[in-house]
Nanobody, 121 residues
Framework: VQLQASGGGSVQAGGSLRLSCTAS????????MAWFRQPPGKEREFVAG??????ATVYADSVMGRFTISRDNAAMYLQMNILKPEDSALYSC?????????????????WGQGTKVTVSS
């Protein structure tokens, strides 16, 4: 499975961006998916995850209430509102080993290369 993330860019604090992730195979539609991010000089961290049916979501505390994850079969989206400078990072999408999303990176089997988000103050 190949994953392609897009939609990153540069915005000012308080702005919005919508990230998209598409999978090369529809088998991803039976698996949980998630967004992770890696800020410059820091480790990769969990952002948001969604189950295969889209009926269960989980968010990092830092983005709760500002970001919304959704999916349409093997495509996944992340609506990011009220962006902050600390949201600046390389955002990657991943496909889980199971039907549900987890905050643990080890639970993900496939990873995309990522799209860069830069938020200026």
């Amino acid at each position: 499975v190949q994953l392609q993330a897009s939609g990153g860019g540069s915005v000012q604090a308080g702005g919005s961006l919508r990230l998209s992730c598409t999978a090369s195979r529809r088998t991803a539609s039976n698996n949980g998916m998630a967004w992770f991010r890696q800020p410059p000089g820091k480790e990769r961290e969990f952002v948001a995850g969604i189950s295969w049916r889209g009926d269960a979501t989980v968010y990092a505390d830092s983005v709760m209430g500002r970001f919304t994850i959704s999916r349409d079969n093997a495509a996944m989206y992340l609506q990011m509102n009220i962006l902050k400078p600390e949201d600046s990072a390389l955002y990657s999408c991943a496909v889980a080993r199971s039907s549900y999303a987890s905050k643990r990176q080890m639970e993900y089997r496939y990873w995309g290369q990522g799209t860069k988000v830069t938020v200026s103050s």
